[in-house]
């Protein structure tokens, strides 16, 4: 095994494709009825804590006529987490998973969300989750002290990661220079890249998407989407707890018992409670994704400004119908 700890579902190519190209798809391999099971969970905790605003959630495009929440917040905790999800972990044991494509002894997970948009279009903007040392970007994904992890109850088909060599100083990169890193990542709306620099994934149910995350990536999806999003870190002689229906360590706010505090968690941790926007920004919403009505303007601005004229001459394009009804 040359050094790796063994899980089966792990395999060589796994492991190839994940350190040249920053992703890779592994099968659970576990029964379709637990599969089933953690769906009919997932969507119990996305009703939950959909129609209960002290629940820790996130909101991105809320529509007039249905709460289209973006995510359910700290999913473990007892008050929120039902017996079909424990099930679930205590079976997929995602962790084996982890130290097994990483090299690992031990590790933790810091961050961990079920992303559950409703059926709607989406397509976020272009984003590093940490953007220290991109000199080493090229070097095997395998060497991060973090990995990202994407555990699939539904299709989850248009996920965007660009190719390395298209990225960060790579032979055929579109971001050259941290300045135009900089530019498109804080650029107020999706962009587009040439079609050929980067990878869309097109994950089944029961997969898990395992992927560096220092790499450029996009949030897309074309539907209805119930995946955990989790993030991991090696472990190197730190205390942590660790939930009893998992095989790996968590920090205290993903613990089952921790006692929930909006005041709290807003103010330290930055987990959100958000409250569904106004009737009329819900309508304005819903007007923009059926007509495209509500953009031109913000469009306009946009492509007036002297970042995206840079981003331009690299390929980067506005991605004028995103988050609507047209969304390719």
Known sequence: MKGYLIDSRVTEKNRLEFNERGWTLIDLNVGDDLIENALKGAKEMKLKTSIENN???RIYYDHLLR???AAVELPFNKVICPISIKDFFREAKIG???RSIMNWEQTYCDLARLFCMGNYKYRGCWHR???INLDNLHLNSNLRKFVLVGINFLPQKGFRILKKDYDFNGINSIIPNNKIDKAIRSFNFPLSPPKESYYEINAKIGSVLVFDPLIIHQGSNSGERLDFH????KMENINKKSNEFQDFNIIDI????YKLNSDFLIEKCNIPFHKRSSLFNRFKNSLDYLTCMRRVLKIN???SNHSYKILKEKGWRVDYLSNTIFQD
């Open 129 to 131: 989750d940490y953007s």
């Open 67 to 69: 709460n289209n929440i």
């Open 55 to 57: 629940k820790p959630r």
């Open 301 to 303: 601005f946009l492509k």
């Open 254 to 257: 993903l613990h089952e018992n």
């Open 96 to 98: 084996s998973i982890v």
């Open 230 to 233: 989790m993030k991991f870190q």
